[in-house]
């Protein structure tokens, strides 16, 4: 047939379609912040840093006293833990032009999103770098350096890690201590087999479960399985990945707050009031409190990049 009318004739009038709504980028939710279970309770004054103090258990006494001669004093002692807050933060700035011809009818509540989501982010890498800091950074292998792709995580590792922490008095959280693992090594002690091994967590009747992205209570922890756990790229030996596990107890992790993080509309201070800026903001420092109550333990995946 002829003359008939296609998009080529009036292609003037067809134009490429785009979804209105935009979406976000995949995310993790934050893990480590929520353990940061030790707060300032009761501050001298406003100042940094901020110090909390430990007392130290007296010595044991088993030797009998004499009857006629006195007992010599025993001193008090104490230890400290210091806590040192600094400024974090950051901002981002639209432009007048910008948000006028922006076609996202959202696009005021989509920024804050990604704002705030930096923001959780942010405070929960600072959270788990302190808890990187402790001196209980333990391995499958020898070393981190030692590791190949072999060296994976096994129930009865977990188990010794238990048996290292209640050894030490390190107190639960809710019948159990937490254990924030990566899902590649998740993987590895799920797929092992024979008795002692995985228990489903459906199988537990668990109706505590409090925890962001808790997977279930096995071996005496309650797993919390992240992508946020740290891997060290050919941490290992040869190209292997290493992992790392973090093993909580109650009080592993301190919090000192100056001022609290929170999302900051900026001032909008140019002549035309165009830039209008949107950040967050926070005065706060992390730091292991209990350094016993803390383990790191680092392995290879059997699925990670170990080649």
């Known amino acids: 047939m002829a003359n008939e009318t296609t998009t080529t004739t009036l292609s003037n009038q067809i134009a490429a379609a785009y979804d209105t709504t935009a979406r976000f980028a995949l995310r993790s939710i934050p893990v480590f912040d929520q353990f940061a279970t030790v707060k300032a309770g009761s501050l001298t004054n406003p100042g940094t840093p901020v110090t909390f103090h430990i007392w130290t258990d007296l010595a044991t006494q088993t030797s ?7 007992v010599t004093p025993v001193q008090l002692g104490s230890t400290t833990v210091t806590v040192t807050p600094a400024e974090k933060g950051m901002t ?3 432009t007048a032009k910008l948000r006028a011809d922006t076609m996202l009818p959202a696009f005021n509540a989509d920024q804050a999103n990604v704002v705030a989501y930096n923001m959780a982010r942010s405070v929960d890498e600072l959270a788990r770098t302190a808890i990187e800091g402790t001196t209980n950074e333990v391995y499958v292998a020898a070393s981190e350096a030692a590791t190949v792709a072999g060296d994976i995580v096994t129930a009865d590792r977990f188990r010794q890690e238990k048996a290292e922490l209640r050894g030490d008095n390190v107190m639960e959280f809710g019948g159990g201590y937490a254990a924030i693992i990566h899902p590649d090594v998740s993987y590895d002690l799920k797929s092992e087999t024979g008795d002692g091994a995985w228990i489903a967590p459906a199988q537990y009747v668990n109706t505590d479960k409090i925890y962001n992205d808790e997977i279930g209570k096995f071996a005496g922890f309650r797993f919390i399985e992240s992508p946020l756990a ?3 790229t050919d941490g290992g030996s040869g190209t292997v990945d290493t992992y790392r596990t973090y093993l909580l107890g109650q009080e592993a992790l301190a919090k000192a707050v100056s001022i609290p993080v929170g999302i900051v509309p900026g001032p ?20 292991t409190f209990r350094d016993e109550a803390a383990r790191v333990l680092v392995s290879a995946s059997s699925i990670g990049a170990n080649s």
Request: no cysteine.
């Open 268 to 287: 909008v201070t140019d002549y035309l009031k165009r830039l209008v800026p949107l950040g967050w903001y926070g005065y706060f420092g992390h730091d």
């Open 64 to 70: 009998s006293l004499n009857e006629v001669t006195d």
């Open 230 to 232: 740290k891997i060290t």
């Open 92 to 94: 981002t700035v639209t």
